[in-house]
Structure formats: C-alpha cells, structure tokens
C-alpha cells in the first residue's frame, strides 16, 4: 500500500505562487508515475499534471507555463510550483500515485489540499 501526503495549499491572491507538496510512503518501489489532479466545485476531477520516475512530464493545456512538476526521489516527494495564479484554478488539489506511466486512473491517492486564489 502506498500513503500520499499532501501539503502547501492555502488562499492565495491572483497572480500569486503557491508551492504544494507530495510525500509517498509505504511501497514506493511500486511507484512508476506521480502527479496532481484537481476538483473544483461542480467540475469533474482534471489531471494538471503528473511526472514519471523517468521524469517526463505532461501538464494541463491550462497550466502550461504556469506550473512545473518536479519530483525529488531521495525525499520520495513530488512539488506542483505554481505561478500567476487565477481564480479558475480555485480547487480540491490531489496528489495520485500509479504503477503504470501513462494512465488515467492512479492507484493511490491523497486527501486533497485546498488551493483558493482570489480575484
């Protein structure tokens, strides 16, 4: 079983860079792919961006240039840094964590932290 821990999300104003964090614990050896997915109220759940233990990424068309995934494996954590922040990306963020690379439906997941950036 693998345990994911998020933190780093708060209220924000817009334009602002908030930084969230990851940590897996448990089997992390069954680990291939960690990334972030987010829930705002109303809206089904989104993929904004997830990374490989190779370190490919893909993000969100979204989030494209806004924010950067990136993964520190001694620390088994993966970080969402995230700039210029706009209201829209008010939202329940969760971390996820796959043995596969590449699939839409992660095998493990967080217990989501709140991101709110005001207008």
């Known amino acids: 079983q693998v345990q994911l821990l998020e933190t780093g999300g708060g209220l924000v104003q817009a334009g602002g860079s908030l930084r969230l964090s990851c940590a897996a614990s448990g089997s992390i050896e069954e680990i291939n792919a960690m990334g972030w997915y987010r829930q705002a109220p109303g809206k089904q759940r989104e993929l904004v961006a997830r990374?490989?233990?190779?370190?490919?990424?893909q993000y969100a068309d979204s989030v494209k240039g806004r924010f950067t995934i990136s993964g520190d494996n001694a620390k088994n954590t993966v970080y969402l840094q995230m700039i210029s922040l706009k209201p829209e990306d008010t939202a329940a963020y969760y971390c996820?964590?796959?043995?596969?690379?590449?699939?839409?439906?992660?095998?493990?997941w967080g217990q989501g932290t709140q991101v709110t950036v005001s207008s």
């Open positions: 990374i490989s233990s190779r370190g490919t990424t």
């Open positions: 996820a964590a796959s043995r596969l690379v590449g699939v839409d439906s992660p095998d493990w």
